[in-house]
């Protein structure tokens, strides 16, 4: 049975988004005000795609033994991450599963993430060197 | 109004270098709760062998984002409508881990423009590389710009 990476949770508030976009300089208005994500259609502020898949990443590398170990990874955002702007936040749900080791020690991960038990992630692949 | 499709397959001059700084990994690595030794402790990093700490996968998208988005986003010959686009794919792989001290320069092109659905999708390739032209990672990002009658 293939090697599945331990579950993890994430817990997500507006705070961490203002806090990753200073770190980033992602400062895309839809993920700090609501009047505008609502104008463009989105049911309120919403993750930074970067932020979900850098959760994703951590959980990789910590599985990994490494936080060097991480030699390709991808993703597609299918879903947005809505966060309420209350103390709780969401949270975003990280799991994996070994798909392949290759012959020169290369592991390959398929990783999945939700939030409210949707899928946010689709075809998010990672390969490390695993320690 | 579709995007330009004559960006396809073009690329642009190596931007200025970006000096990666310890301090900007330890805010990006706290700001995404990674707490991992080699991304904030000089000596851990050094024991494994780096000349500094080392970088969250998913730091390299601050140097291409602003790179990317300077040079081919902001393009009003290109047409984009920044308000109506979202983040569609993103891909990194790394050659070597990005390193504090770090002196990086970005080659962006445009790999592919589509239309589908009323939607438009733009990806864009990034080389980033030392000043001294040593390969250090390639970043992938795939933007979709929504149809107009998709929002409102």
Not at chain 1, 67 to 70: E, F, H, Q, R, S
Not at chain 1, 120 to 123: D, G, M, R, Y
Not at chain 2, 71 to 80: K, R, S, V
């Given at each position: 049975m293939a090697e599945q990476l331990p579950t993890q949770t994430f817990r997500v508030t507006r705070a961490d988004l203002i806090r990753y976009a200073g770190a980033s300089g992602?400062?895309?208005t839809i993920h700090w005000s609501d009047r505008v994500a609502e104008s463009v259609g989105l049911p309120g502020v919403i993750a930074h795609g970067m932020y979900t898949m850098a959760l994703a990443g951590r959980a990789v590398a910590e599985w990994a033994g490494a936080?060097?170990?991480?030699v390709e990874y991808g993703v597609r955002f299918t879903r947005p991450v809505p966060v309420p702007d209350t103390d709780e936040g969401t949270e975003v749900v990280v799991s994996g599963v070994v798909k392949e080791v290759t012959d020169d020690g290369l592991t390959k991960i398929d990783i999945t993430a939700t939030c409210n038990g949707e899928k946010?992630?689709?075809?998010a692949r990672a390969t490390v060197r695993k320690r | 109004m579709p995007l330009d499709p004559s960006f396809v397959g073009r690329s642009w001059p190596a931007t200025e270098p970006y000096l990666v700084g310890r301090e900007k990994i330890r805010e990006f690595a706290t700001a995404i709760g990674a707490t991992d030794a080699l991304y904030h402790d000089l000596e851990a990093a050094r024991a494994a062998g780096y000349s500094d700490v080392v970088a969250p996968p998913t730091f390299p998208v601050v140097i291409t984002m602003a790179s990317s988005g300077r040079?081919?986003?902001?393009?009003?010959?290109?047409?984009?409508d920044y308000r109506r686009v979202v983040h569609g794919d993103q891909k990194f792989a790394y050659t070597r881990p990005v390193v504090a001290g770090d002196s990086l320069v970005c080659v962006n092109s445009v790999d592919e423009i589509t239309s589908r659905g009323g939607h438009d999708f733009m990806t864009t390739r990034t080389e980033v590389s030392t000043e001294a032209g040593e390969p250090v990672v390639t970043v992938w990002s795939k933007l979709v710009q929504r149809g107009e009658e998709d929002h409102g």
């Open positions: 992602d400062f895309n936080p060097d170990a991480v946010v992630l689709a075809l | 040079q081919i986003l902001a393009d009003p010959e290109l047409g984009l």
